[in-house]
């Protein structure tokens, strides 16, 4: 649930709180904790590769269990929790022989809550099993690319993709952008919808609370000098004089990026669409 507070000072007047009324503790499990080193967007020889981070707020990495591998045992839900590592919430399952794991949270899973991993589950809210085994229509999340290899596409929070069809050794997914890809139906899936769906309505209203996330202030090329960037320079306010590029040269908007030889081009079956105007992402 979004919260908006009363206007006592200018980064109040703009933004909005998100209310955790789905979690449960704020105690996390000890032994599915470990340490988080922040590296600043930096490689190891300390240059920058990806700009804009740095900084924030101390945290604990949870260990999630996004391969679901462990059939044959019932796994009961024990709290729902908040993980400062991603926008959606976790849930602490344990299973029969004691051990605990965390998974990704879907919406509407309860406390205390049965949910099953493998071929033998039913397609229900929570339970993983490979695509051959889901009803083509159901909603599903934390999407295996390669059998066994952990659920890489639909993590965020409220993402949710659809099983439009199955093709042989092929399922037709539609994804959250609209494109719409084949992977192989040995791969697994989670049925239901990401927990947490009023995340993208959160307006953050002032710098700091980005900063408290990582991430750093972000400056126009426009604003910088001439060696700083290809569009920096200029006598007064001016436009750029050339299409949008990056630091680097590259066309920022509507230029191509994907590699030709990448292999998984063929497995998309649709781009993604412009959410404004509903035009093919070439």
């Not at 007047?13 to 449960?24: A, G, H, K, P, Q």
């Not at 945290?59 to 391969?67: A, E, G, L, N, Q």
Request: hydrophobic residues 30%; aromatic residues 4%; charged residues 30%.
């Amino acid at each position: 649930m979004i919260k908006i507070y009363k206007k006592t000072s200018p980064g109040r007047r703009f933004s909005s709180v998100l209310i955790r009324e789905d979690v449960t503790t704020d105690k996390p499990e000890k032994s599915l904790l470990r340490p988080l080193k922040r590296r600043g967007g930096r490689n190891h020889l300390g240059v920058i590769t990806v700009r804009h981070r740095g900084g924030g707020a101390k945290k604990m990495y949870r260990v999630i269990d996004f391969k679901r591998n462990k059939d044959g045992q019932a796994a009961t839900v024990k709290t729902i929790e908040y993980d400062p590592n991603r926008n959606c919430n976790i849930a602490l399952v344990q299973y029969e022989d004691g051990e605990k794991r965390y998974i990704l949270a879907p919406q509407g899973l309860k406390i205390d809550q049965k949910i099953y991993n493998g071929e033998t589950a039913e397609p229900r809210m929570g339970n993983c099993l490979p695509l051959s085994k889901i009803p083509a229509g159901l909603e599903i999340h934390n999407v295996e690319l390669r059998p066994g290899q952990g659920g890489k596409l639909v993590r965020s929070a409220g993402g949710v993709a659809r099983l439009a069809a199955k093709d042989g050794k092929h399922a037709h997914l539609v994804m959250p952008s609209g494109e719409m890809r084949m992977v192989n139906v040995k791969c697994r899936a989670t049925i239901g919808q990401l927990s947490n769906i009023d995340y993208a309505s959160i307006r953050w209203g002032k710098a700091g609370r980005k900063r408290h996330l990582g991430i750093r202030p972000t400056v126009r090329g426009s604003a910088m000098n001439p060696h700083a960037h290809p569009m920096g320079g200029g006598e007064g306010r001016r436009s750029g004089g050339r299409h949008p590029v990056s630091p680097w040269g590259q066309l920022a908007k509507g230029g191509k990026t994907r590699k030709r030889r990448n292999t998984n081009n063929k497995m998309i079956l649709r781009r993604r669409r412009n959410v404004r105007t509903g035009q093919l992402v070439l």
